[in-house]
């Protein structure tokens, strides 16, 4: 089923399903079992979840503890269910992905999630599925519109509405901080100049942060030039060091993965800008950003918009059963996005989980 987005009023916390036993790994095949193995298991039961084997190719997992708890979240739905992951791991190499697929194809899976290297150079794995009649579902990073018609569901988190719940944050807390008159200076650091993701989670935040600030019309927006990390910490120290250093009145900071974090704080620190005239509101639920706002609820850090990749893995799952039973009207227009929430010093308590990388949904009581 579709799962909504609501950005206040989340779901109460509950007991969280337990991760199982086995530590996922790095190499190319993680999980054992193949339709051969299951081939005892009827239609009936696939078409639960019981015996249905999902062949899973990765785009990489390795250093990555984002695209790991991804898979995690996948694998802990796929035993709820009773189904199971064929795991392969392409480490960025777009061609050894579609090399993946194809041993999937031959080990006759039920069903492909893909976590796209390349949105259009995994083409000839998208045709190959087509041919074999095995549905695919795309998580994380999606096909070329081109290879779309042919894909049965996308899975992600909206990346403008949930960048659009830190700037609604940071507009409030700035008001709160600066008051509702004069010049607000921001800027934003992203991964690559002109990436489908950083304009993305960009455009969403200015436009939550402007959807407040348009209340208050004494208040004056300069947005500087977007600045980028290559969504590592050691790129993003410096475009922050320099741009704070040019900009002594700069007010708000927009860090669009909290893996850059760290080269955010201390290029604001180099520059003599980190402490009370500084906000910084960031992109990814991190565990690390959420405990750091419990530890230090008045400092710098006021935001994180959480994107949850646990979740993303799990409804990854279900769509591949939906796409199993051709159950079109679980992904109507082929894309699901997940619910995703912001976490801010005010309810951080709630979202903190020691165990857990990133921020994932509560559950209903």
């Known amino acids: 089923m579709i799962i909504s987005r609501t950005p206040k009023g989340r779901r109460s916390t509950a007991a969280r399903i337990a991760l199982g036993a086995a530590t996922l790994a790095t190499v190319a095949i993680v999980l054992s079992g193949c339709r051969a193995s299951s081939s ?43 189904a199971k992951i064929e795991l392969l791991d392409a480490n960025g190499d777009t061609v050894r ?14 069903v492909v999630v893909m976590n796209a290297n390349d949105p259009i150079g995994v083409g000839p794995s998208v045709a190959a599925l087509k041919a074999a009649g095995i549905p695919l579902v795309t998580v994380n990073s999606n096909l070329d519109e081109s290879l779309v018609p042919d894909m049965f569901c996308y899975v992600a988190e909206d990346q403008g509405y949930t960048g659009s719940l830190a700037g609604e944050v940071a507009a409030n807390k700035a008001i709160e901080k600066f008051g509702d008159s004069g010049e607000i200076k921001i800027v934003g650091i992203g991964g690559f100049p002109g990436d489908v993701l950083s304009d993305l ?84 639920g991190g565990m690390v950003s959420v405990k750091e706002m419990m530890d230090d609820p008045t400092g710098p850090l006021q935001a994180t918009a959480s994107n ?54 509560k559950d209903d009581e």
């Open 201 to 284: 989670r960009f455009n969403g935040f200015m436009e939550g942060f402007e959807s407040v600030t348009k209340d208050h019309p004494g208040i004056t927006i300069n947005k500087l030039d977007t600045k980028y990390g290559e969504w590592k910490p050691d790129k993003a120290l410096g475009p922050i060091r320099d741009v704070a250093t040019a900009n002594p009145d700069l007010k708000v900071v927009y860090s669009m993965s909290d893996v850059m974090n760290g080269g955010v704080v201390q290029g604001l620190q180099q520059a003599g800008l980190w402490g009370d005239g500084i906000i910084l509101s960031s992109y990814d």
């Open 40 to 82: 005892d298991a009827g239609t009936e039961d696939k078409a639960s979840g019981e015996g249905l084997v999902i062949g899973w190719s990765q785009r990489g997992i390795s250093g990555s503890d984002w695209w790991k708890t991804l898979v995690e979240g996948g694998q802990a739905e796929a035993d709820k269910i009773g």
């Open 308 to 361: 949850q990749p646990w979740d993303q893995g799990a409804t990854a799952v279900k769509m591949a059963l939906a796409a199993y039973n051709d159950d079109t009207s679980a992904c109507p227009d082929k894309t699901v996005f997940i619910d995703t929430t912001v976490v801010t010093p005010e309810n951080a308590a709630d979202y903190y989980v020691p165990e857990d990388t990133y921020v994932r949904a």
């Open 97 to 110: 992905q579609n090399a993946d697929v194809q041993t999937l194809i031959t080990k006759g899976v039920d």
